[in-house]
């Protein structure tokens, strides 16, 4: 299961997500984001446990549609060791930026 939350802050949106990012979560997903836009969000995915192929695509179709709009990537904030591994695994991992470090509301 995975819980998801949209918090505002200064100039972007940052999501939070907790729990397995899988097939059974991406339509949750998608209804979370859906209202903002996308070039808005970044992504926390410090307390995500899991991530299956569904979880995956959903990030590439994400990193695909913010590269059309404005030549940019998505922001993945603090993703676990794991989480990094699969991204680098199946060849993801440049289509992203990846922050270790917590961001200032700025960002």
Same mark, same amino acid.
């Given at each position: 299961?995975?819980?998801?939350?949209?918090?505002?802050?200064?100039?972007?949106?940052?999501?939070?997500?907790?729990?397995?990012?899988?097939?059974?979560?991406?339509?949750?997903?998608?209804?979370? %984001? #859906?209202?903002?836009?996308?070039?808005?969000? =970044?992504?926390?995915?410090?307390?995500?446990?899991? !991530?299956?192929? $569904? @979880? /995956?695509?959903?990030?590439?179709?994400?990193?695909?549609?913010?590269?059309? %709009? #404005?030549?940019?990537?998505?922001?993945?904030? =603090?993703?676990?060791?794991?989480?990094?591994?699969? !991204?680098?695994? $199946? @060849? /993801?991992?440049?289509?992203?930026?990846?922050?270790?470090?917590?961001?200032?509301?700025?960002?």
């Amino acid at each position: 299961m995975l819980n998801i939350s949209v918090k505002k802050e200064e100039l972007s949106y940052r999501v939070e997500l907790d729990g397995e990012f899988d097939a059974k979560s991406v339509l949750k997903f998608d209804t979370a %984001i #859906n209202d903002y836009e996308l070039t808005k969000l =970044k992504y926390d995915m410090e307390k995500v446990t899991f !991530l299956s192929p $569904s @979880g /995956l695509r959903k990030l590439m179709l994400i990193a695909k549609k913010q590269y059309s %709009i #404005n030549r940019t990537k998505p922001r993945l904030i =603090k993703p676990s060791e794991n989480i990094k591994m699969v !991204l680098l695994a $199946s @060849g /993801l991992l440049p289509f992203f930026q990846v922050i270790s470090k917590p961001l200032q509301s700025k960002c």
